[in-house]
């Protein structure tokens, strides 16, 4: 039995993809959320829908251990239905408002692809229905047979991430695959539910393409696997182990947002000397490296740069006078040793 198939487009953008490729994509992912639903609307289907919970794209780079904006311990949190959401940040509504402006940078640099915004909020595997997607446009192409360079192969579709990253780790050189591993999962993910061959990571003005090929789709399927186990814990009221991200120590934070005076918790022995332990080693290595900075500041004076003897920058000297500033109010929750 063929399975079932739509077209991932808008009417209105399906029409220019058959006026240009003599017909338009199609895709058996299945659409979830029309193009226009509401953001409330879209936070919660992807959290959950009627056959159980459901993981985003980018949401399985976090239970992959790959997000620097969150962990496997605080999307299980976030996912439970009662739990209270961050409003979304100032950054995060720059980087929408921007995305057009990116993704038309693109289509210009990439006049053979039909650059468009997709014809649904949210998109499920056809099999793994716990897994979803919300890529910010599509790139229709379609590519000459291989043995036949006068005719075009059908359409295909390639997700479009566009990313107002203004650079940092993990980024290479415009061009190539070479982006950062959470934005790579991301991108893979959407590809995999769309049926894509490749995809697209936008940022600012420079293009990066990631393929969908035989390598990756090994890793996907170890990713499968984790998400599956992932969601198995949700469905289960299993939360994942304690790790060091940042976002599990918010989540912790707003799991116990207050401290009851003059009580105690019983640590096991194993935990307490771990703690002490951990925090020693900290001592000693913030104390080594404080010493060796300063060597290297004796030994660079006025120099802006420390070069090893390859000739490699190690170290950059910034002075600058510091502004006054006001913190802004919020919880501060720290964890001191209790002084003997």
């Given at each position: 039995?063929?399975?079932?198939?739509?077209?991932?487009?808008?009417?209105?953008?399906?029409?220019?993809?058959?006026?240009?490729?003599?017909?338009?994509?199609?895709?058996?992912?299945?659409?979830?959320?029309?193009?226009?639903?509401?953001?409330?609307?879209?936070?919660?289907?992807?959290?959950?829908?009627?056959?159980?919970?459901?993981?985003?794209?980018?949401?399985?780079?976090?239970?992959?251990?790959?997000?620097?904006?969150?962990?496997?311990?605080?999307?299980?949190?976030?996912?439970?239905?009662?739990?209270?959401?961050?409003?979304?940040?100032?950054?995060?509504?720059?980087?929408?408002?921007?995305?057009?402006?990116?993704a038309g940078?693109?289509?210009?640099?990439?006049?053979?692809?039909?650059?468009?915004?997709?014809?649904?909020?949210?998109?499920?595997?056809?099999?793994?229905?716990?897994?979803?997607?919300?890529?910010?446009?599509?790139?229709?192409?379609?590519?000459?047979?291989?043995?036949?360079?006068?005719?075009?192969a059908p359409?295909?579709?390639?997700?479009?991430?566009?990313?107002?990253?203004?650079?940092?780790?993990?980024?290479?050189?415009?061009?190539?695959?070479?982006?950062?591993?959470?934005?790579?999962?991301?991108?893979?993910?959407?590809?995999?539910?769309?049926?894509?061959?490749?995809?697209?990571?936008?940022?600012?003005?420079?293009?990066?393409?990631?393929?969908?090929?035989?390598?990756?789709?090994?890793?996907?399927?170890?990713?499968?696997?984790?998400?599956?186990?992932?969601?198995?814990?949700?469905?289960?009221?299993?939360?994942?182990?304690?790790?060091?991200?940042?976002?599990?120590?918010?989540?912790?934070?707003?799991?116990?947002?207050?401290?009851?005076?003059?009580?105690?918790?019983?640590?096991?022995a194993a935990?307490?000397?771990?703690?002490?332990?951990?925090?020693?080693?900290?001592?000693?290595?913030?104390?080594?490296?404080?010493?060796?900075?300063?060597?290297?500041?004796?030994?660079?004076?006025?120099?802006?740069?420390?070069?090893?003897?390859?000739?490699?920058?190690?170290?950059?000297?910034?002075?600058?006078?510091?502004?006054?500033?006001?913190?802004?109010?919020?919880?501060?929750?720290?964890?001191?040793?209790?002084?003997?």
């Open positions: 039995m063929k399975a079932r198939t739509v077209v991932p487009l808008t009417n209105g953008d399906a029409k220019r993809a058959v006026a240009r490729f003599g017909r338009s994509p199609r895709t058996a992912a299945i659409p979830l959320l029309p193009p226009d639903a509401g953001e409330d609307v879209w936070l919660e289907a992807r959290r959950r829908g009627p056959d159980g919970y459901r993981v985003g794209a980018s949401e399985l780079a976090a239970v992959l251990g790959l997000s620097p904006h969150s962990s496997p311990f605080s999307l299980y949190w976030a996912k439970q239905p009662d739990w209270e959401r961050e409003p979304t940040g100032r950054r995060q509504r720059y980087g929408h408002a921007v995305e057009a402006g990116i940078l693109f289509a210009e640099d990439r006049p053979e692809l039909l650059v468009v915004r997709p014809g649904a909020a949210l998109w499920g595997h056809p099999v793994e229905q716990w897994l979803c997607c919300t890529p910010d446009f599509l790139a229709i192409a379609a590519y000459p047979y291989p043995d036949e360079p006068d005719v075009l359409p295909v579709i390639e997700p479009v991430e566009c990313k107002s990253d203004k650079g940092g780790r993990g980024w290479g050189k415009p061009g190539t695959d070479q982006v950062p591993a959470h934005h790579r999962v991301q991108l893979l993910v959407q590809c995999e539910i769309l049926g894509a061959p490749r995809g697209w990571l936008v940022r600012e003005e420079h293009a990066y393409r990631v393929e969908y090929d035989d390598a990756a789709r090994a890793e996907m399927a170890e990713w499968l696997a984790e998400g599956r186990a992932f969601v198995a814990g949700l469905e289960a009221g299993v939360p994942p182990d304690i790790d060091g991200h940042e976002a599990t120590s918010a989540t912790l934070t707003q799991l116990h947002p207050a401290v009851d005076e003059d009580t105690e918790e019983f640590l096991p935990l307490a000397a771990e703690f002490e332990d951990a925090l020693d080693a900290l001592a000693a290595a913030e104390a080594r490296a404080a010493e060796v900075k300063n060597r290297v500041r004796d030994r660079m004076g006025r120099a802006q740069y420390a070069v090893d003897p390859d000739g490699r920058r190690v170290a950059h000297r910034v002075v600058y006078k510091r502004r006054a500033y006001e913190v802004p109010a919020g919880i501060v929750d720290q964890l001191r040793r209790k002084q003997r």
